[in-house]
T-cell receptor
Framework: KQEVTQIPAALSVPEGENLVLNCSFT??????LQWFRQDPGKGLTSLLL?????REQTSGRLNASLDKSSGRSTLYIAASQPGDSATYLC?????????FGKGTRLSVIA | GAVVSQHPSRVICKSGTSVKIECRSL??????MFWYRQFPKQSLMLMAT?????????EQGVEKDKFLINHASLTLSTLTVTSAHPEDSSFYIC???????????FGPGTRLTVL
């Protein structure tokens, strides 16, 4: 059974710092991996989708990497801003339903 | 981009009543929709997979008679929480598969509070 773990569970950083969020999964036979952002009480916003054949994807200040063989993905956020404060969820796609981690709650302090 | 809406966004009801939540794909047809539930500080958990025109497939531990799912058209799936109890209070999110891809588009979620 696929298990997705995200470390740390919570993170607080001063504005402007670069930071890395980690995601690990137990079964490397995945199709894709997706990073989401969730604001309190809101639905999910897709940030980056990495296909299993890719090693990384970039969007603006975000960069996500994928190492399928080791079961790891990282989300790198450059020059963090208070508006980046949210919960970041990692999900792996083995078949159409996603398997989610519990998320990392990020607070960026001005 | 593909948009999925949910209605209502927030609902408060009394224990024992039933609540219906709608999930709509606004600009694409979705043969498959998913319903997730999220308790505070927990990850999203898949409840059921809804296929247009057929019965939903429920995940282990999810009561199909309590959480009724109807996917009557290619743009609408409904989740009805029957005889709701306080422990059903949660955040319910739907997603839809669209455009012949594996990409899931998520709705904004519905916050259910059962008093």
């Amino acid at each position: 059974k696929q298990e997705v773990t995200q470390i740390p569970a919570a993170l607080s950083v001063p504005e402007g710092e670069n930071l890395v969020l980690n995601c690990s999964f137990t079964d490397s036979a995945i199709y894709n991996l997706q990073w989401f952002r969730q604001d309190p009480g809101k639905g999910l916003t897709s940030l980056l989708l990495i296909q299993s054949s890719q090693r990384e994807q970039t969007s603006g200040r975000l960069n996500a990497s994928l190492d399928k063989s080791s079961g790891r993905s990282t989300l790198y956020i450059a020059a963090s801003q208070p508006g980046d404060s949210a919960t970041y969820l990692c999900a792996v796609i083995m078949n159409t339903p996603l398997v989610f981690g519990k998320g990392t709650r990020l607070s960026v302090i001005a | 981009g593909a948009v999925v809406s949910q209605h209502p966004s927030r609902v408060i009801c009394k224990s024992g009543t039933s609540v219906k939540i709608e999930c709509r794909s606004l600009d694409f047809q979705a043969t498959t929709m998913f319903w997730y539930r999220q308790f505070p500080k927990q990850s999203l958990m898949l409840m059921a997979t809804s296929n247009e025109g057929s019965k939903a497939t429920y995940e282990q531990g999810v009561e199909k008679d309590k959480f009724l799912i109807n996917h009557a058209s290619l743009t609408l799936s409904t989740l009805t929480v029957t005889s709701a109890h306080p422990e059903d209070s949660s955040f319910y999110i739907c997603s839809a598969l669209g455009g012949g891809t594996d990409t899931q588009y998520f709705g904004p979620g519905t916050r259910l509070t059962v008093l």
